[in-house]
């Protein structure tokens, strides 16, 4: 475990004059932190904080985000696993790159282990600025969503993705399968969202992932579990979106 930093370096020299806002974020205790501070010390390309001071922040960020029970924002700072890919000669360099990719790992499964529909009044959608055809889902849903987009951007976590996957074909839950359904039906838009800008790499890792969450067995299997649950629980409105 580092020592919680002084300061932060500005490695790449992009938060000029923004020393009142570094020291808003290092004065408080970790418990204290939410995701817009995790956005700052992570920054995708301009990250607050260098190797050292970052590696203070990870496991504090990971609880964070284990901690969470959202339902119309996201707990996972975008930039977290750029910044953790970003520092992976660090990483390995201290023996702690493995460590790191379980840490994630661990995290992800956490969250899945629990799967509780909110679901949202009219009212409640038009003050979110929310839809109300999407007013149900699973709480961390979003967390869950963002997380699984961003791994599969970089080959670096090509075996957290493997043993992800792993654990959800395996079924060994209820919640797990109800999860599994939650996320072929996410993959989904992965095929109306195309770049032209994006490296093929990633195109063939989602298209590996979605077909790995459309085997149709594993599917058929999850889909029996999670749709007589949650039918039970009144909670039809749900299977219109993910199951049908």
């Known amino acids: 475990m580092t020592s919680k930093p002084s300061r932060f370096s500005d490695p790449y020299s992009d938060w000029h004059g923004c020393e009142n806002l570094f020291k808003d974020i290092l004065d408080q205790e970790p418990i204290d932190l939410n995701v817009k501070d ?29 901690r969470g029970q959202e339902h119309h924002t ?33 995290l992800v499964l956490d969250l899945l282990t629990s799967f509780v529909l909110f679901d949202l009044s009219e009212q409640q959608c038009a003050d979110l600025g929310r839809d109300f055809d999407y007013s149900i889902g699973p709480y961390n849903q979003i967390t869950v969503h963002e997380m699984l987009d ?20 395996a079924l060994k839950t209820v919640n797990h399968a109800r999860w599994y359904v939650e996320l072929a039906a996410h993959s989904r838009i992965w095929c109306l969202l195309y770049d032209p800008s994006t490296p093929l ?36 409105k749900y299977n219109k979106l993910v199951l049908l």
């Open 74 to 106: 996201s707990r996972y700072p975008d930039s977290l696993l750029w910044w953790i890919k970003n520092y992976q000669q660090h990483f390995e360099s201290d023996g702690q790159w493995e460590n790191v990719l379980q840490a994630i790992t661990q």
């Open 150 to 169: 961003d791994l599969t951007i970089w080959t670096e976590y090509a075996g957290v993705l493997e043993a992800l996957i792993a654990q959800l074909k």
């Open 38 to 66: 995790y956005r700052v010390i992570f920054a995708r390309h301009l990250p607050a904080a260098d190797y050292r001071e970052g590696l203070y922040y990870i496991p504090h960020c990971l609880d964070y985000i284990r």
């Open 201 to 236: 790499d990633n195109y063939a890792n989602k298209e590996r992932l979605f077909h790995e969450l459309h085997t149709f067995e594993s599917l058929q299997k999850a889909e029996e579990i999670a749709r007589s649950i949650t039918h039970s629980e009144g909670k039809s």
